[in-house]
Nanobody
Framework: QLQLVESGGGLVQPGGSLRLACIGS????????IGWFRQAPGKEREGVSC????????NYADSVKGRFAISRDYAKDLVYLQMNNLKPEDTGVYYC????????????????????WGQGTQVTVSS
């Protein structure tokens, strides 16, 4: 069974940065599509970013383009989400997810494309 653990969340002031990490056990993260999703209080979960398992293509939600960057550390077999210029509206629980499905070789920021999920890490952006 695929298991995922997120780390790196915390409290940061607006304009600050955080780097989240997604670590897997029981499987090789490098061979899976990895996505980051978030859920704010009272809102539905939304896709933030994803990275394909081959070719390295990435996708981002419009709200985070230019501020967030997803990347793989192939040697450590994990995925990072670098979050810069954080805004209060970025507050929420961030989840990483693993899957195999792609659309035209691109990862898709939609929950049904992912089969395993981590427990989440809290990100709070507040002054």
């Amino acid at each position: 069974q695929l298991q995922l653990v997120e780390s790196g969340g915390g409290l940061v002031q607006p304009g600050g940065s955080l780097r989240l990490a997604c670590i897997g056990s029981g499987f090789t993260v490098n061979t899976y599509v990895i996505g980051w999703f978030r859920q704010a209080p009272g809102k539905e979960r939304e896709g933030v970013s994803c990275i394909a398992n081959t070719g390295g293509s990435t996708n981002y939600a419009d709200s985070v383009k230019g501020r967030f960057a997803i990347s793989r550390d192939y040697a450590k077999d994990l995925v990072y989400l670098q979050m810069n210029n954080l805004k209060p509206e970025d507050t929420g629980v961030y989840y990483c997810a693993a899957g195999r499905l792609k659309l035209f070789r691109q990862c898709v920021l939609s929950s049904p494309y992912f089969e395993s999920w981590g427990q989440g890490t809290q990100v709070t952006v507040s002054s």
